[in-house]
């Protein structure tokens, strides 16, 4: 059963979305206006004989390939996909082509126009919302912001669970430093 290529299109006509249909490569080909992209082209694709369903943005960020921070770029991307439901990220070392994808085995059932509502607005929206002013971040400095996020979660978990420990902590941290050793990098100073 599966999906096919009429359908998504029926589903993009019922959102009043303009598109294109390319029957060799089995997609549909569209865009969405983006906050934070300029470019944000939207590809449905069927493979397995429309048993196979993807939904993915081309070309999400440039230029990542020979980045400085690419490793960090790369990284935030993991986080992202294990904070979020259904999106993943897709990296190509050839050419360091980054995606958005969101996929999934229809095999003998119907893609509903409610699971594709679904999968296209959440692609849309966790990358322009959530995903690009963080990655663009990271692009920028090196550094993930929600990092530091997660560090100041743990402190405020940490100050709920043990009163006063973040105190006798910090205290330590400081004698730790007047006597001129520092824990973390074994080194005296």
């Excluded at 893609?111 to 663009?136: H, S, W, Y």
């Excluded at 006063?164 to 004698?175: F, K, N, S, T, Y």
Aim: hydrophobic share 40%.
């Amino acid at each position: 059963m599966g999906a096919t290529l009429e359908q998504i299109a029926g589903y993009l006509d019922g959102r009043g979305w303009d598109y294109r249909i390319d029957e060799p490569r089995s997609c549909i080909v569209t865009a969405v206006q983006a906050e934070h992209l300029d470019d944000f082209t939207i590809v449905a694709q069927l493979d397995e004989d429309g048993r196979f369903f993807k939904l993915f943005a081309p070309q999400i960020i440039a230029g990542v390939k020979d980045h400085p921070h690419k490793l960090a770029v790369l990284q935030a991307m993991l986080s992202i996909s294990w904070e979020t439901k259904m999106l993943q990220w897709e990296y190509d070392p050839s050419d360091g082509e980054i995606r958005a994808m969101i996929e999934f085995p229809l095999e003998d059932a119907p893609l509903t126009e409610k699971q594709f509502n679904r999968c296209l607005t959440g692609l849309v929206q966790i990358v322009d919302d959530f995903a690009m002013p963080r990655l663009r971040q990271v692009m920028e400095t090196g550094v993930d912001p929600n990092d530091e996020e997660a560090g100041e979660r743990l402190l405020l978990a940490l100050q709920e669970e043990m009163p006063g420990l973040l105190d006798v902590l910090e205290r330590a941290m400081e004698a730790r430093k007047r006597r001129g050793q520092f824990p973390w990098d074994g080194t005296e100073h």
